[in-house]
Each structure stands twice: as structure tokens, then as C-alpha cells.
């Protein structure tokens, strides 16, 4: 069974196409489990109308926390997964689903390791209308070492089997200071599993000016000149990354291999001075594959 999670939020505009979509795969065995964020809109008389259409195949996580933001929100979901599920799949509200999607992913799952699928996207404008397709370098990016500096996968297309599901709900732990629920994921499977990314596409993308987490621009030049400008908000994000990853490992610490523990030290010791990090960059070769990621490291302010 697949467990497809979804958490939703004043979506109304786009959100039947999606669940058509997910009506329409090739994969009949799924179950959709969906978290409103405290919608003021009409998303929930959306959702209302799929779930009298779809009975037992949707169910809807009510609770009482309100508006707590879509980490916390996909995170309240992944909770509530059962025991049964074999594989576990997130979607965004405004994105669109090939027909062949689910069954693309689950038969790249080959073993039982702890595995997360991605995939690359097709990035749309909001009439779905094709821009381009958004593929990753991933030549050395996708690998614990990366991992701590940066996300390279897209979340709206990950797939994830019952051995990841596992070491997610292996302890209770708080949502604190974790920055992005698929960033969250990701981290624990370049560690603890393993990442298969497929270079194929089978997801649009929408971009649209409501989108909580975009593609951003395809101007290099651009998107360059725009991230100077906001650097002290990409170095607030960073301390973000610092948090999180000493979060991780705080959790994960006896799960850990030696070398992966000791690298992940390193990285948060390095955080105490531009010295130290010039080290940890220089040691472990990281310039080639961190890319702009680089300069908001090593500028950062140091730890008071």
C-alpha cells in the first residue's frame, strides 16, 4: 500500500487538478492522507467532496494545533502512516501528476535498504504549460557530505519505502529547528539509507505567485545579483542548517557510521570561526560540488 500525503492550505485554485491526477495513476493501491492547515478558503469543502467520492481511499488528520506551517504539517502526516504502508509519497497542493508517476518510482525500489526516490520536474507556469524540465547535476552533489550544506532534490516528487518510514518515526523528537520536512528527509537518507534520483520526469511543477517554495530563476547572472543583496537572509537560513543538522545529530548519533559522525563534528565545530571553516572545505574537497552554497559558508558571522 502507498500512502500518499498531502497537506493543504487555502489551495482551492489548483488543488482538484492535483487530486484528479492522483485519481487518474496507474497504481490502484493507495491511500491519500490529508492534513488542512487552517484554511480560510474553500480547500476544505474541495477536500469534503473527494472524501464522499473516495471513502476509505482519503482520510483527513484532524487535530487542534491550527496553522503551524507546512514542515510541521508534513510531519504531523508522516506521524500518522501506519504500520502497513510500504512506500510513502508527498505531494504539493499545486502540482500535477503524470499517470505513471507512483508506478515509476515504487519499481526502482529494489531491496530493502532504507531507500527516498526523487525524480527531476517539469517545471510549469499556472496554466501547466511546459517552461522547461528541471534536471540536477547530481556528479558528486547527492551524498552525506552535501547533504549538510543543501537540499538538491525536489520533495513534491519523493517516494520513500517502510525501512526510511521506520527511522523517521524511530524516536519521538520535537519539530524544532528542523528547516524544511523534505530537507529533514533527505538529510536521514544520504546518511542512514540511500538516494536513487531518476533523471525522467513525471511531475509538473507549477510556479505561480502564491508558491511556498519555488524553482527560482533560470538567469544565472540574475539570481546571482539578487543573492548578494539578500545575504544576510541566506546567512540566517544557514544558521538554520547548523541547527538542524546538530538536531540530527543529536538523534541519530549511535546510528551513525564513525566517519559520518566524525565529519558531521567538524562541520558544526567549524561554525566558531572563518579559519576553521576554510579547513573543513579545503580537507574534505567540498568546493567543487557545494557551489554558491560556498561563499554564504565561509562568510557567515562566526559564533558568539
Known sequence: MIYILLSTYNGQTYLRPLLDSILAQSVLAWRLFIRDDNSSDQTLAIIKKYKNKLGEKLQVLEDDLGNIGATKSFLELIKSVPKDAEYIALCDQDDFWLETKLENAINKFVDSQPTLYC?????????????????????????????????????????????????????????????????????????????????????????????????????????????????KKRCNVFIGNYKMVDKFQKIFKNSLSEEKDIYIEQFLASRETMLKRVQFILKHILYKQVGRKLFTYLMCKDEE
Do not use: P
Open 119 to 231: 525524480s527531476s520536474t517539469y517545471i510549469t507556469d499556472e496554466k501547466l504549460e511546459v517552461l522547461y524540465k528541471k534536471n540536477i547535476n547530481i556528479g558528486g552533489k547527492i551524498n552525506y557530505k552535501t547533504a549538510i550544506f543543501q537540499n538538491y532534490t525536489s520533495g513534491c516528487t519523493y517516494v520513500f519505502n517502510k525501512q526510511l518510514l521506520k527511522i523517521l518515526k524511530l524516536n519521538e523528537y520535537d519539530f524544532c529547528n528542523i528547516i524544511m520536512h523534505d530537507y529533514w528527509i533527505y538529510l536521514i537518507a544520504c546518511n542512514l539509507g540511500k538516494i536513487y534520483y531518476d533523471t525522467n520526469a513525471y511531475i509538473y511543477y507549477r510556479q505561480h505567485s502564491n508558491n511556498y517554495c519555488g524553482v527560482g530563476s533560470r538567469v544565472n547572472f540574475l539570481n546571482y545579483i539578487n543573492n548578494l543583496s539578500n545575504f
